[in-house]
């Protein structure tokens, strides 16, 4: 069943290439097109098009669809084209001509983008509470190794003394703010496009700020050309976002690829957290963590995937962005997969201790050095040449002891200061607002 089909039948060709994997997708969109119908409906009914009678057996029977999919009950039959014609199916199978009347003054394509920005918005809450879980795990193990040394390297190269404590915090800022840039894709996304139609609004007197508020959306696209443009673009934004996140997730997994590698040799893993080789009985590879960072550069490559599949576009809906599903859907299991096995593995981390007394590493403590000069009152730049000239004689002469005391160095981490930024970030979201809207819908 098409809700477009007149007289004429598309190719079965035509079909079939043109639904292409769109039903897989549509189920994980299934309880978002009800709570959208449920929100049209009522609605309808304020303006005429419904009475309240009918809105209220239609909204009884799209609750019973939302439960039979909160059950796992609920199918799209095979000659049925999407979850929106399903769903409109089901109605019209229950309620004759009632069920007909769901359709007035919409377009599936304003429908698609309403389901579409439900999905985002409740993808986004589940990726905002695995990174939340990330964080506290990453700030937990920066206290608990804030006195464990380790060296600190640009370009590859020795530099200066840093610490697990500072190696796990700077992850842990991190994720504030990518959380910041989640926030922004966040508010872009919650608003409402229903009632733009096929992009050029209705003849009907809608009430688009009824729908607004029945569904908690924050606000809605006003001009309704731009709330069809709106999709692809809220995609984008959104895969930007999850970039970000996935870029942090992956450069810590190339740390800890480093890191457990013998010639470093800062940490290790118990064996049951390790993979081994089939010709070299000796191997435990860190295969977890090059899976993370294989599968958070994929993330990493989205949002230019999506720029690209909807580059010269002009406005209007375009079947283009059908695909756009099956690239951005996956991400979000895959991100928050990711951060799942990464948090297991880091809480079984095992870090060893006074890597810095091997001299091999004395040279890290050169900066050190100068600065103790300093404190003694020479100029910097003599203080830097003549350790420097030590160094090169041989002469070089060390301590092991270090004072950092400012804010973000080794001695006083602010992870405090961190946990507050990240709790105001996490506030900011206000997700019970949506909640609540959304239950009493259900509910009323």
Same mark, same amino acid.
């Given at each position: 069943?098409?809700?477009?089909?007149?007289?004429?039948?598309?190719?079965?060709?035509?079909?079939?290439?043109?639904?292409?994997?769109?039903?897989?997708?549509?189920?994980?969109?299934?309880?978002?097109?009800?709570?959208?119908?449920?929100?049209?409906?009522?609605?309808?009914?304020?303006?005429?098009?419904?009475?309240?009678?009918?809105?209220?057996?239609?909204?009884?029977?799209?609750?019973?669809?939302?439960?039979?999919?909160?059950?796992?009950?609920?199918?799209?039959?095979?000659?049925?084209?999407?979850?929106?014609?399903?769903?409109?199916?089901?109605?019209?199978?229950?309620?004759?001509?009632?069920?007909?009347?769901?359709?007035?003054?919409?377009?599936?394509?304003?429908?698609?983008?309403?389901?579409?920005?439900?999905?985002?918005?409740?993808?986004?809450?589940?990726?905002?509470?695995?990174?939340?879980?990330?964080?506290?795990?990453?700030?937990?193990?920066?206290?608990?190794?804030?006195?464990?040394?380790?060296?600190?390297?640009?370009?590859?190269?020795?530099?200066?003394?840093?610490?697990?404590?500072?190696?796990?915090?700077?992850?842990?800022?991190?994720?504030?703010?990518?959380?910041?840039?989640?926030?922004?894709?966040?508010?872009?996304?919650?608003?409402?496009?229903?009632?733009?139609?096929?992009?050029?609004?209705?003849?009907?007197?809608?009430?688009?700020?009824?729908?607004?508020?029945?569904?908690?959306?924050?606000?809605?696209?006003?001009?309704?050309?731009?709330?069809?443009?709106?999709?692809?673009?809220?995609?984008?934004?959104?895969?930007?976002?999850?970039?970000?996140?996935?870029?942090?997730?992956?450069?810590?997994?190339?740390?800890?690829?480093?890191?457990?590698?013998?010639?470093?040799?800062?940490?290790?893993?118990?064996?049951?957290?390790?993979?081994?080789?089939?010709?070299?009985?000796?191997?435990?590879?860190?295969?977890?963590?090059?899976?993370?960072?294989?599968?958070?550069?994929?993330?990493?490559?989205?949002?230019?995937?999506?720029?690209? @599949?909807? *580059?010269? !576009?002009? /406005?209007?809906?375009?079947?283009?962005?059908?695909?756009?599903? %099956?690239? $951005?859907?996956?991400?979000?299991?895959?991100?928050?997969?990711?951060?799942?096995?990464?948090?297991?593995?880091?809480?079984?981390?095992?870090?060893?201790?006074?890597?810095?007394?091997?001299?091999?590493?004395?040279?890290?403590?050169?900066?050190?050095?100068?600065?103790?000069?300093?404190?003694?009152?020479?100029?910097?730049?003599?203080?830097?040449?003549?350790?420097?000239?030590?160094?090169?004689?041989?002469?070089?002469?060390?301590?092991?002891?270090?004072?950092?005391?400012?804010?973000?160095?080794?001695?006083?981490?602010?992870?405090?200061?961190?946990?507050?930024? @990240?709790? *105001?970030? !996490?506030? /900011?979201?206000?997700?019970?607002?949506?909640?609540?809207?959304? %239950?009493? $819908?259900?509910?009323?």
């Amino acid at each position: 069943m098409k809700l477009w089909q007149k007289n004429t039948a598309s190719l079965k060709e035509v079909e079939k290439f043109t639904v292409g994997n769109d039903r897989d997708f549509d189920i994980q969109l299934a309880p978002f097109d009800v709570l959208g119908n449920i929100a049209h409906a009522k609605m309808l009914a304020t303006i005429g098009l419904l009475t309240n009678d009918e809105a209220e057996v239609l909204v009884r029977e799209l609750r019973s669809i939302y439960s039979s999919i909160q059950n796992s009950k609920f199918k799209i039959q095979n000659d049925v084209e999407d979850v929106h014609s399903q769903i409109e199916f089901l109605l019209t199978e229950k309620l004759g001509d009632v069920g007909k009347k769901i359709h007035s003054a919409r377009s599936r394509n304003d429908q698609v983008l309403v389901d579409l920005k439900l999905f985002l918005r409740s993808e986004i809450e589940q990726l905002v509470l695995t990174v939340q879980s990330f964080f506290e795990l990453l700030v937990e193990q920066s206290e608990k190794h804030k006195d464990d040394l380790l060296p600190g390297y640009t370009h590859l190269q020795l530099a200066m003394p840093s610490s697990f404590g500072l190696w796990f915090g700077a992850y842990a800022e991190s994720l504030v703010d990518d959380l910041i840039t989640v926030k922004a894709a966040y508010k872009i996304l919650n608003k409402n496009p229903l009632g733009s139609a096929a992009g050029y609004g209705s003849s009907f007197p809608i009430n688009r700020k009824l729908t607004t508020e029945l569904l908690g959306f924050d606000d809605l696209h006003y001009n309704v050309v731009y709330a069809q443009m709106s999709r692809g673009k809220t995609e984008r934004i959104v895969a930007s976002a999850l970039a970000n996140v996935a870029d942090t997730l992956a450069k810590l997994s190339m740390d800890v690829c480093l890191y457990i590698n013998q010639n470093f040799g800062f940490i290790s893993f118990p064996g049951e957290f390790t993979t081994g080789s089939s010709i070299m009985p000796h191997k435990k590879n860190p295969d977890v963590f090059e899976l993370i960072r294989s599968h958070c550069n994929q993330i990493k490559a989205l949002p230019n995937e999506i720029m690209m @599949m909807t *580059t010269n !576009l002009p /406005s209007g809906y375009h079947r283009d962005l059908q695909l756009l599903k %099956e690239h $951005l859907f996956p991400a979000f299991t895959m991100l928050k997969d990711c951060m799942s096995i990464a948090s297991l593995m880091l809480s079984n981390i095992e870090v060893k201790k006074d890597i810095l007394a091997d001299e091999k590493y004395k040279y890290l403590f050169s900066v050190e050095e100068v600065n103790k000069l300093v404190n003694e009152g020479i100029a910097f730049r003599d203080a830097y040449k003549k350790i420097g000239l030590d160094i090169e004689a041989y002469q070089f002469k060390y301590s092991t002891n270090i004072h950092h005391t400012h804010e973000g160095s080794i001695g006083n981490l602010m992870n405090d200061k961190i946990a507050a930024n @990240m709790k *105001t970030i !996490l506030e /900011s979201f206000h997700f019970e607002k949506y909640h609540a809207v959304i %239950e009493k $819908l259900l509910s009323n």
